[in-house]
């Protein structure tokens, strides 16, 4: 597969190694959900903060482009991707009881894979050190087949199953702080020895899966990992799981390419979890990786947005991680999570999990 004739965008971006690339484009507005919790307000607030705040002069824009038809196949049915296109042009409609679309919506799904697809460019023609595709509709529990939880196309899978292709890689990394279990992207790579998936989720809400035992199969066995956490958990018990699991975990797969699934709906005020995180966890966990990603692959780390509903939380989580990605300091504007009286214990969870994956 060649490369996507708009990639020629990319030469138009700084050639400073350092930069921190951010996709967007006002496409990604008209998927209209009406009165629905994944909304365009979501992308209105981060932009608006990221503007009042000066961070987007910081940042080099990654005009993107839509994925073709041939992209959203790597991962999605070609009946699939018809009728997503034919509902759209009928108007739109619900899909599921959770995923709704709108006469824009196929339009805007395309543009979010191929922003995506554009970021992970980005970062492997080294026009810039890392990129945040902030994008909607959201992707990773679409499946091959079925539309769900708000989402159309897989984003990040169809990115990675690109990068394998375009870039001949053997080992890319995706993980995957959504604070639910990104159903999709683990389906799309589940016999794939080539892909980790790596998620930490609450347990055992939507969508039911991500279960400790659900590890892969065939030669993709104990490539995928999954961390179910109790509801209650918050930054000590999540800076936990990162260092005692999934940083052990990513140094002995050694990835090429780093990609992350970024939900922020673990942040203690979301309306849809039961969580307790803080932007400065987020902050902390986006640290994190991003020193996997210059210890193991040469800096190359692509992060998309998923979940979070909150929008001061969201728009301050995002800040938050785009200054991790640039080095500067960040702060909390969300405020201390509530006082909890008995946090959760996830030792034991710790321990089984580093078992299965014989992590030591």
Not at 198 to 213: L, R
Not at 277 to 282: C, E, I, K, P, T
Request: hydrophobic share 40%; aromatic share 8%; charged share 20%.
């Amino acid at each position: 597969m060649g490369v996507n004739l708009c990639s020629y965008n990319l030469y138009l971006l700084s050639s400073n190694r350092m930069a921190t690339g951010y996709v967007y484009h006002p496409i990604y507005l008209q998927h209209d959900t009406g009165q629905h919790v994944e909304v365009a307000a979501r992308l209105e607030a981060i932009i608006s903060y990221l503007e009042k705040t000066g961070l987007t002069s910081q940042l080099t824009l990654i005009e993107p482009c839509p994925a073709t038809v041939e992209e959203i196949a790597l991962v999605h049915q070609q009946g699939y991707i018809k009728e997503i296109e034919e509902t759209a042009a009928k108007g739109g409609g619900w899909l599921d009881p959770d995923t709704v679309m709108s006469p824009e919506s196929y339009k805007a799904a395309l543009y979010a894979v191929g922003g995506v697809i554009r970021a992970v460019e980005a970062v492997m023609a080294g026009e810039v050190a890392n990129a945040f595709a902030l994008v909607r509709p959201p992707g990773h529990h679409a499946t091959a087949g079925q539309a769900m939880g708000f989402c159309l196309f897989n984003n990040i899978a169809i990115a990675a199953r690109y990068a394998l292709e375009e870039y001949k890689l053997e080992r890319i990394l995706i993980i995957d702080f959504d604070v639910h279990h990104g159903n999709g992207t683990q389906g799309s790579f589940y016999d794939n020895p080539r892909v980790m998936y790596i998620s930490t989720h609450e347990y055992p809400f939507y969508p039911g899966t991500g279960d400790i035992n659900e590890t892969g199969s065939g030669e993709g066995r104990g490539a995928n990992l999954n961390i179910p956490l109790p509801a209650g958990c918050g930054d000590s018990e999540y800076l936990e799981v990162f260092e005692q699991i999934i940083a052990p975990a990513a140094r002995r797969f050694n990835p090429q390419l780093i990609l992350v699934s970024t939900g922020y709906d673990g942040h203690w005020a979301d309306p849809l979890a039961m969580m307790n995180l803080s932007v400065g966890g987020f902050a902390k966990m986006a640290g994190i990786i991003k020193g996997l990603a210059e210890e193991l692959c040469g800096g190359r780390l692509a992060l998309t947005l998923e979940g979070g509903y909150n929008l001061e939380a969201l728009a301050g989580s995002v800040k938050a991680t785009f200054d991790v990605l640039l080095g500067n300091a960040s702060d909390d504007i969300s405020g201390a999570p509530p006082r909890r009286s008995e946090p959760p214990d996830i030792e034991s969870l710790i321990g089984e999990i580093k078992k299965i994956h014989g992590l030591g």
